[in-house]
């Protein structure tokens, strides 16, 4: 089983400051198959990025995914305040998936 | 526009089995483009897969759940299910349908949700 782990747990920024969001896996991630989401309270889950750095239909250009093997990142280059939310990074490289456990940004 | 919606009891007994139906709706969950996948939170947690369908009849299934859990599908209707027997209170949770695209042979992204319903276990 791989094993994401996001970083920092919570990330506290004004709107307009950069967001960046880390997400370590245990072993390389096959064809660097990691998504992001974005989840606010109450509501489901939505896909960001897929594919480590493709944007899904619909999303800002202002939310950007890196990254390759066992290192990714997810960044929010100015954020807006619907942006204030959690954020979790999923495996689909293996049949066993996974997710991370979230990164709350939060207004400061 | 695909909309996928969950429906069953919102309150479970320990022992018993969780069962709950999701309704695609805007699109044919007869596809070899997607698969139908499950997915739950624990209340305050982080999201958990438990396993995905292929309108087929092919199966994944989370090992932690395996022995546990069924999914299948009703073409006819354009639905999907879970049931999970032999419950306990760790089985409370927000449960999810959702849509996985497929790329290649494989399970990829999930790019629909369903708005979650809250099962909860308890006497």
Request: charged letters at 15%; one cysteine or more; aromatic letters at 10%.
């Amino acid at each position: 089983e791989i094993v994401l782990t996001q970083s920092p747990g919570t990330l506290s920024l004004s709107p307009g400051e950069r967001a960046t969001l880390s997400c370590r896996a245990s072993q390389s991630v096959s064809r660097s198959f990691l998504a992001w989401y974005q989840q606010k309270p109450g509501q489901a889950p939505r896909l960001l990025i897929y594919g480590a750095s493709s944007r899904a239909a619909g999303i800002p250009d202002r939310f950007s995914g890196s990254g390759s093997g066992t290192d990714f990142t997810l960044t929010i280059s100015r954020l807006e305040p619907e942006d204030f939310a959690v954020y979790y990074c999923h495996q689909y490289g293996t049949s066993l998936w996974t997710f991370g456990q979230g990164t709350k940004v939060e207004i400061k | 526009q695909v909309q996928l919606q969950e429906s069953g009891p919102g309150l479970v007994k320990p022992s018993q089995t969780l069962s709950l139906t999701c309704t695609v709706s805007g699109a044919s969950i007869s596809t070899d483009a997607h698969y139908w996948n499950w997915i739950r939170q624990h209340p305050g947690k982080g999201l958990e897969w438990l396993g995905h369908i292929h309108y087929g009849g092919s199966t994944f299934y989370n090992p932690s759940l395996k022995s546990r859990v069924t999914m299948s599908v009703d073409k006819s209707k354009n639905q999907f299910s879970l049931r999970l027997n032999s419950v306990t209170v760790a089985d409370t949770a927000v449960y999810y349908c959702t849509r996985v695209v497929i790329l290649g042979a494989a399970a990829g992204p999930i790019d629909h949700w369903g708005q979650g319903t809250l099962v909860s276990v308890s006497s």
